[in-house]
């Protein structure tokens, strides 16, 4: 069923990671991403899956949601693992074999890099609701509006799209439905039959997706709806004592990263 | 011909999730074949799944649908031929129109069933005939007003000469004139064909006027099954469970709570009026005051 896809689910809750400014927690995941990137050593991984096992725990997410996320990226994850435990030179772990000791080593480090990356953004949007992490986005953003780049529309259009996600999915749904009662065959057949069966889906999808733009837009417009400027907010964020205390934490986390990496450990 | 019978139908959405949630539960019924039905039941009573299951869209988590003593579940084949015999219009139909023409979308239900051009070109102009779309019929879809656009759709599932014909809220967000066509389009497909029809509708006056027979599901349990005048002889169970009651029966609700006598069940105009009539002659023979 289309129901059951979790694309940037939130799942509310009270704990300290839940109750972080979205702001912060955006940063935090970016120095996450850093430092996954320069570790090269095992020591600089080691660092970063505690950094991840302690903030998950922290968050009471439990690891199960992670792996329903990461489903989709099994195939890219196996090639990565398969591509650099074949193709690395070193010392072969038993004469004449094409795997390397170097392989396997790679091999483990570019998986956990994947998978890290991956969950560590699952970790933001699991416990960071989608209005949050728009609003914090736009703060974080702000400084590039003198550069007059539209970073308000830009956020709202984010927030409007992920907002209108399981609409659209319902929507589907209901439609697959009904051409369904009529007949239509959405399984069997080649590609090109296959491809001709999405039709009655997709037209009537997309008429209705522009009606509901239209729809929209006039709401707002009969709101007073101007842009940006000028607009203040319900929910005002305040940066709080335990996003100051977790952004030491994010920078005493890099530097320690950026040390092992010069010792390339 | 085609009776469907329903045995012990329990179906739950996300089984094994933590969104897991029994939608209806030991649904048995027989629909013999030619009967009006009325469905009621207010959202989320389980009343979209059950009739879901009657052209196996949705598979039972439990319990069998049968059309005339075959299991419509037992293989593929049997669950597509089972869309020819139970036609399903769901709620606002108009949504799933996609064709360039109105011809065209009509085509699309017999284009599936495989039969041969002739043969889909006499459906379509039936089905065309039936809602009234005759002239309509080289126009786009999208040109079309509301009401058109609905029978239009209608038409799409007319068109496979469905046996059992099941609407979900034909009649919604429509005008009282288009609400009063579009009955008279479902009567007009009964009287010719002899074919089952169940409605799904909030529209009691509607339900009390056109079925012979009322289904009231309630949180996924069918509660009541009958005849409307057994139904509407309950009308403070109907309110109880959050639903309308017709008007007429409303009506005579209010009166009877002053105090004043009238016969078991009212939900038409001539029961109201009857019932008032001989209310007042009994008043007028000084059987006391009312």
């Not at chain 2, 919604?172 to 288009?178: I, K, N, S, T």
């Amino acid at each position: 069923m289309l129901k059951d896809i979790t694309l940037g689910q939130f799942f509310p809750g009270d704990t300290l990671v839940h109750r972080l400014d979205p702001r912060t927690k955006l940063l935090l995941v970016t120095v996450f991403i850093v430092a996954l990137f320069t570790a090269a050593g095992w020591m600089g991984y080691g660092l970063c899956v505690l950094a991840f096992a302690g903030c998950t725990a922290l968050s009471k997410i439990r690891l199960r949601a992670f792996f329903k996320g990461l489903k989709p990226m099994i195939f890219i994850i196996v090639l990565t693992a398969l591509l650099n435990l074949f193709y690395t030179r070193g010392t072969p772990i038993l004469p004449g074999w094409i795997i390397t000791w170097e392989g396997i080593g790679r091999a483990v480090k570019m998986v956990l890099r994947i998978l890290l990356l991956v969950m560590g953004t699952f970790l933001l949007t699991y416990t960071t609701s989608p209005m949050a992490l728009t609003d914090g986005l736009e703060l974080l953003l702000n400084p590039l509006k003198k550069l007059r780049l539209p970073i308000h529309e830009m956020t709202l259009m984010m927030s409007m799209a992920l907002r209108f996600i399981p609409t659209l999915i319902e929507e589907t749904d209901r439609i697959m439905s009904a051409q369904r009662a009529r007949g239509a065959d959405f399984e069997t057949g080649g590609l090109v039959r296959r491809a001709k069966a999405l039709l009655p889906i997709l037209v009537p999808l997309i008429v209705s997706s522009f009606n509901r733009a239209y729809d929209l837009a006039t709401a707002m417009e009969s709101r007073c709806y101007h842009g940006g400027e000028g607009r203040s907010r319900m929910k005002q964020l305040k940066l709080a004592g335990i996003d100051l205390a977790a952004l030491a934490v994010g920078a005493a986390f890099l530097a320690l990263a950026f040390i092992l990496k010069k010792y390339g450990v | 011909m085609a009776e469907i019978k329903v045995e012990q139908l329990r179906h739950v959405y996300s089984p094994q999730t933590p969104f897991e949630r029994t939608a209806i539960e030991a649904v048995s019924l027989i629909l013999p074949q030619g009967q009006f039905v009325g469905v009621l039941g207010h959202t989320g009573s389980g009343k979209s799944t059950f009739i879901q299951h009657l052209n196996a869209l949705l598979l039972p988590s439990g319990g069998r649908v049968l059309c005339d003593g075959e299991d419509i579940n037992r293989d593929k084949v049997s669950r597509r031929d089972i869309k020819w015999k139970v036609g399903l219009v769901f709620q606002y139909p108009e949504y799933q129109l996609f064709e360039e023409t109105v011809y065209k979308d009509i085509a699309f239900g017999p284009g599936n069933m495989g039969l041969s051009k002739e043969e889909i070109d006499e459906r379509v102009r039936e089905a065309a005939g039936f809602v009234g779309v005759e002239a309509l019929l080289d126009r786009s879809p999208l040109e079309l007003s509301g009401g058109q656009k609905r029978r239009v759709a209608i038409a799409g599932v007319i068109a496979m000469r469905p046996e059992v014909l099941v609407l979900d809220e034909p009649t919604a967000g429509l005008d009282p004139e288009g609400c009063g066509q579009i009955l008279d389009n479902i009567r007009a497909y009964k009287a010719r064909t002899g074919a089952t029809v169940l409605v799904v509708s909030h529209d009691m006056d509607a339900s009390a006027a056109l079925a012979e027979r009322l289904l009231v599901f309630n949180e996924g349990r069918l509660v009541m099954d009958g005849p409307p005048e057994e139904i509407f002889s309950q009308p403070e169970r109907l309110t109880g469970m959050g639903l309308d009651v017709p008007r007429p029966t409303a009506i005579a609700m209010a009166l009877r709570r002053q105090g004043l006598r009238l016969p078991g069940a009212v939900y038409t105009h001539a029961q109201l009026k009857a019932g008032l009539l001989a209310a007042a002659r009994e008043a007028e023979r000084g059987a006391g005051p009312c």
